[in-house]
Nanobody, 126 residues
Framework: QVQLVESGGGLVQAGGSLRLSCATS????????MGWFRQAPGKEREFVAA??????YYAHSVKGRFTISRNNAQNTVYLQMNALKPEDTGVYYC?????????????????????WGQGTQVTVSS
């Protein structure tokens, strides 16, 4: 069983920065694909970023502004968010999935993940 707990959300002005953390426990290891997703009110959950042992991936809307990283010693995954925009507002979720023999693009979909955190709210004011 895998447990994920997000933290670090809050209210920030446009152009500001936040760093989200996802503390992992249970059977997590570098053999897991880790993802960040977000969901705005009235919208579907959307892919933000993903991390594997060899690669990192980003949605087009956040590329160049967000950075996903992992500290294996602390069992924590981070999402550094810079140059925030009002359209980045939403609940941000951390997710984990065991590595499977699929293309990495498989992990751009929320349905590909087995474990989810409870989410942390990010609000960007204009």
């Amino acid at each position: 069983q895998v447990q994920l707990v997000e933290s670090g959300g809050g209210l920030v002005q446009a152009g500001g920065s936040l760093r989200l953390s996802c503390a992992t426990s249970g059977r997590t290891s570098s053999a897991y694909f880790m993802g960040w997703f977000r969901q705005a009110p009235g919208k579907e959950r959307e892919f933000v970023a993903a991390w594997s042992d060899s690669s990192q991936y980003y949605a087009h809307s956040v590329k160049g502004r967000f950075t996903i990283s992992r500290n294996n010693a602390q069992n924590t995954v981070y999402l550094q968010m810079n140059a925030l925009k009002p359209e980045d507002t939403g609940v941000y979720y951390c997710a984990a999935a065991p590595m499977r023999s699929y293309r990495d693009s498989y992990y751009f979909r929320a349905g590909s993940y087995d474990y989810w955190g409870q989410g942390t709210q990010v609000t960007v004011s204009s």
